[in-house]
């Protein structure tokens, strides 16, 4: 008699048991990255009253009796199925589509994983969880040579010493467009553009073409009056009015440009003609630049974080971490949608997103719970009844415990 209620107890405990998780699947229905979990149960150790016989001669062998004692969980298992990715507009909210955990840090060497992606910049620059602030970990570019290093421990995400760019001299002119072939010879067209020296400060290049024979126009060249250079070079055009040279001209200005370096700027008139057509010569690019500060901020597929500054300069600035767990299921949930390696989720496999077997990244969007709600309703439903038909079991033994009592009346 007493084995019915203990196996009912049991029952009515581990059901319980399975409810608290039904409830909290429920609960986080919402919440960004979360992973639900499932309850199995599984029967406990069985009383025999007779052991199992083997056939002899004519008489059939007998199978073994055992009274089971109840029941137990077998586990709590976290699912990993991906959540489906919400759109919200941020270029900063990333979800992972694939396997893998973003990574995350507190002190800089612990190591928490994650699958909510809601990350923003602090005043101070750095990459932080608006969760629970923490940073998120990744590769930083190289100050100066802007090289981003993923051989490199993967470390708390900060771009304060990358949140100015420094000037860079122009080295480099290209012009383009139509020098027209109608123009009579000893004509001149000016064509000026913006240079930078060493330290950023704008210089203006004055670019003079003046038509020596058909076919052909000699190059002069100024920088901010300091001096006219003749003759830089001589521009030659087929008959079909193609550019004919090979080789770009160099300018070399050897005039003090006042606390900078001398330029020295490649001319390149590669991409110009002489047709019978309007004078449309124009500068079209040159690698010079000012200053700059950091203005905006873009992350794409591979977790490249690329900044945007206010001298019109783009760069590759940090790459986002992701780990990968050959058991993610053996994950220690941390709180706070982080988990934990533990002794069975292996150790984990850091590395850019979109190889070996990682998932990509998707920008301006954030992963929603894989919580089913119909699924948890048809569950909750089994859990209640199972509660229900087992606290009738230590209800019926105790009414046959009763009529027992009541014997001797």
Not at 112 to 124: I, L
Request: hydrophobic share 35%; glycine share 10%; charged share 20%.
């Amino acid at each position: 008699m007493m084995r019915s209620l203990f196996a009912g107890v049991s029952g009515l405990k581990n059901h319980q048991t399975r409810m608290d998780v039904i409830g909290n699947n429920i609960a986080n229905v919402n919440t960004v990255g979360f992973k639900k979990s499932r309850v199995t149960f599984q029967d406990m150790l069985s009383q025999t009253l007779r052991g199992a016989s083997t056939p002899q001669g004519n008489r059939a062998g007998t199978n073994p009796m055992q009274v089971g004692l109840g029941m137990s969980l077998a586990s709590i298992d976290v699912i990993h199925t991906p959540g489906s990715p919400q759109s919200t507009g941020k270029n900063t909210d990333l979800s992972i589509e694939g396997e893998g955990f973003f990574m995350l840090t507190s002190n800089g060497n612990d190591a928490f994983y994650t699958r909510a992606g809601n990350f923003d910049f602090d005043s101070n620059k750095n990459f932080y969880s608006t969760s629970n602030g923490m940073l998120v970990k990744g590769w930083m570019a190289d100050p100066v040579t802007g090289v981003i290093d993923t051989d490199a421990d993967a470390r708390g995400i900060n771009l304060a010493a990358l949140a100015f760019s420094e000037p860079n001299a122009t080295t480099r002119a290209e012009f383009a467009k139509n020098l027209d072939t109608r123009a009579t010879i000893g004509d001149t067209f000016t064509v000026p553009i913006t240079v930078y020296d060493s330290k950023g400060d704008i210089h203006v290049l004055k670019v003079i073409y003046e038509k020596t024979a058909d076919n052909e126009w000699t190059v002069d060249a100024e920088i901010d009056s300091l001096g006219l250079h003749d003759n830089v070079c001589t521009l030659n055009f087929n008959t079909d009015g193609t550019y004919l040279n090979t080789v770009p001209a160099t300018v070399s200005i050897t005039d003090p440009i006042t606390g900078a370096d001398n330029l020295s700027i490649t001319l390149d008139f590669s991409k110009m003609t002489q047709f019978a057509g309007e004078y449309t010569v124009s500068p079209f690019s040159q690698d010079g630049y000012g200053p700059g500060d950091l203005q905006g901020i873009s992350v794409d597929t591979t977790g490249t974080i690329t900044g945007t500054y206010s001298n019109g300069q783009n760069r590759e600035l940090a790459r986002v971490a992701i780990a990968t767990f050959a058991n993610p299921a053996g994950l220690m949930k941390a709180g706070n949608n982080l988990f934990q390696e533990s002794n069975n989720s292996g150790l984990a496999q850091i590395g850019i997103p979109g190889t070996s077997d990682r998932g990509i990244i998707k920008p301006e969007t954030l992963e929603m719970s894989n919580v089913d709600l119909s699924q948890e309703f048809v569950d909750m439903i089994i859990t209640q009844r199972g509660f229900q038909a087992n606290s009738r079991v230590i209800t019926t033994s105790d009414q046959i415990l009763e009529e027992l009592v009541n014997l001797r009346r």
